[in-house]
């Protein structure tokens, strides 16, 4: 990283950073703060139950914010449910979901109730709803620009820095009738596998409040699952979303770039492109994935992002027999025996269904990773290290690649993007001379794994590279602490690397947690990865 002098007009990064948490604590209305007597005790691991054990919300709350956004959808456009009352309920859940994890960042509880209310008014006037997402709450990682709202990604020096423009994103979600409320926590830079900064602190799974929920997108993950939205949506450039959902056991889709808008985010690094960042759902079913999906195209994103495909929603009809390749580690880290568990069992239930399924030799996943690598710390950590020097912020250590990293030239820089084509081409070459439909995978080495100690990123990570539609899925399969041991030392790991995981995997500390497998689809394939999911989860049931 390059030296600069701290800039003395910001402040220095803790006092910047403790204003922040001010900010955020004094935006909560104390009618949504949990009372002190019903806090879960500290050591409480799961609370994903606490608001109905809490008798802190109300059956009607309870009932809102326990249904699919599948499920509010009709009754907010039929006026059957007001928008002004599901805002409500979400807001509060939210915020007692932060109390718990620390997974919000940003709130504009006002603003949506007010955006709630005219929702309400013009349903009630016209008897239409404005779109296809009228009057649902959504929420959004930090990165999403919200006019007003800072966009901290993580560093000290973005605080009191409020957007002066909305993300396109926001844009169309908003016209198509969308309430935002929340924005989320995610890393430094967005760039450390778990959610965690100098700003904000640690996101942790409601699931298990010792294991992370993931990163980058772990506010969202977090938030999700405990039910305080019904919808919400990250980032992905080397797992940001797939990881958060494997690490809590709900959906998510990483498209490929280009099927949604990604216009006007802050950015960790910004015009870093060797490797896309882009956008999608995290969601409870997969019914609601497909739905916002469909709802963000059908808002035509490329007459608003130049960069943008016209590519429309596209109804797929999948052959009865598909043609899966399982891929049961990537030569760099063995999965976790939990997560082979649960991959041996989907193939043989795919099989069972009359799928045919190969095996996917791993030869060409650690130079995949190896280019992501590069490409990441390929500005020597510059872009990092300029915001940290603007307050004195410290590298956190998950981040020393940056801080040691040296700047690449323009000619290297070009020559990192030939290899890439030739990697590239060569994947489709085999995928095609495969002849298969998807690689059915593991989303990462782990089911969910201790805060601090989640190590590899390269199940997702190749497919950044190879820009592939990924969806990572419960499997429906659970940790079992007395089936799935520890591998033990006549295990002879692939790496250095993968003698840490497997030495630090501890079957007591994630059971009972659920299991996250990836499905990945060719480029620009996301209907057909959607549907082949639908397939792959009737095989499992």
Not at 13 to 20: F, Q, R, S
Not at 124 to 140: D, F, M, N
Not at 276 to 296: E, F, M, W
Not at 437 to 447: E, Q
């Amino acid at each position: 990283m390059g030296s600069l002098a701290a800039d003395t007009k910001k402040g220095h990064w803790e006092d910047l950073a403790a204003k922040k948490r001010q900010q955020l604590e004094s935006s909560i209305p104390d009618e949504w703060r949990i009372p002190s007597h019903l806090l879960p005790p500290a050591d409480q691991d799961d609370v994903t139950g606490f608001p109905e054990s809490s008798g802190w919300f109300t059956p009607e709350e309870l009932a809102i914010t326990e249904q699919t956004a599948l499920e509010l959808l009709p009754k907010l456009a039929s006026g059957e449910l007001k928008s002004e009352a599901v805002t409500r309920a979400f807001c509060k859940r939210a915020v007692a979901a932060h109390q718990l994890t620390k997974c919000l960042s940003e709130t504009c509880f006002e603003r949506a109730l007010a955006t709630a209310k005219q929702l309400d008014e013009h349903l009630a006037q016209t008897g239409k709803p404005v779109g296809p997402l009228h009057g649902l709450p959504i929420s959004l990682k930090d990165n999403f620009n919200l006019v007003g709202l800072d966009s901290t990604v993580g560093f000290a020096s973005h605080v009191d820095d409020p957007a002066q423009y909305e993300s396109v994103l926001a844009e169309l979600l908003r016209e198509a009738g969308a309430v935002f409320y929340v924005k989320t926590n995610v890393p430094t830079a967005m760039m450390i596998a778990e959610s965690v900064n100098n700003v904000f602190g640690r996101t942790v799974s409601p699931l298990n409040r010792k294991l992370t929920s993931g990163g980058s997108s772990g506010g969202e993950s977090a938030l999700v699952v405990f039910k305080g939205s019904p919808c919400g949506v990250g980032t992905d450039i080397g797992g940001s979303l797939r990881i958060p959902a494997a690490c809590t056991g709900i959906f998510t889709l990483r498209p490929s770039f280009g099927r949604f808008p990604t216009l006007r985010c802050r950015s960790g690094m910004p015009g870093q492109e060797a490797v896309q960042s882009v956008n999608g759902p995290l969601t409870r079913t997969l019914s609601d994935l497909a739905l916002y999906c469909k709802a963000v195209v059908d808002a035509q994103p490329w007459r608003h992002d130049p960069r943008c495909l016209p590519i429309p929603w596209r109804s797929i009809s999948l052959a009865p027999t598909l043609k899966f390749a399982v891929m049961w580690d990537d030569s760099m880290a063995l999965p976790t025996p939990p997560v082979t568990r649960a991959l041996k069992h989907a193939v043989e239930k795919l099989k069972a269904a009359g799928h045919e399924v190969i095996e996917w030799p791993s030869v060409d996943q650690a130079q995949g990773q190896e280019l992501l690598n590069r490409m990441f710390v390929a500005d020597g950590g510059k872009a990092i290290g300029r915001q940290l020097e603007r307050t004195g912020e410290p590298v956190r250590p998950e981040m020393q690649m940056y801080a040691e990293a040296r700047e690449l030239g323009a000619l290297e820089y070009w020559q990192l993007h030939v290899d890439r084509q030739e990697y590239q081409k060569r994947y489709l070459d085999r995928w095609l001379a495969a002849g298969i439909d998807a690689i059915l995978c593991p989303t990462t080495p782990y089911s969910s794994v201790e805060n601090g100690k989640f190590r590899h990123v390269g199940y997702t990570g190749v497919y950044n590279v190879l820009d592939y539609a990924c969806i990572s899925f419960p499997s429906g399969v659970k940790v079992d602490k007395s089936v799935d041991v520890a591998l033990g030392d006549t295990y002879k790991p692939l790496s250095d690397l993968d003698k840490a995981i497997q030495s630090e995997y501890n079957p007591n500390s994630v059971h009972g947690m659920p299991i996250n497998l990836q499905l990945v689809a060719q480029r620009l394939e996301e209907e057909k990865c959607v549907e082949m999911c639908k397939a792959v989860l009737d095989a499992l049931s």
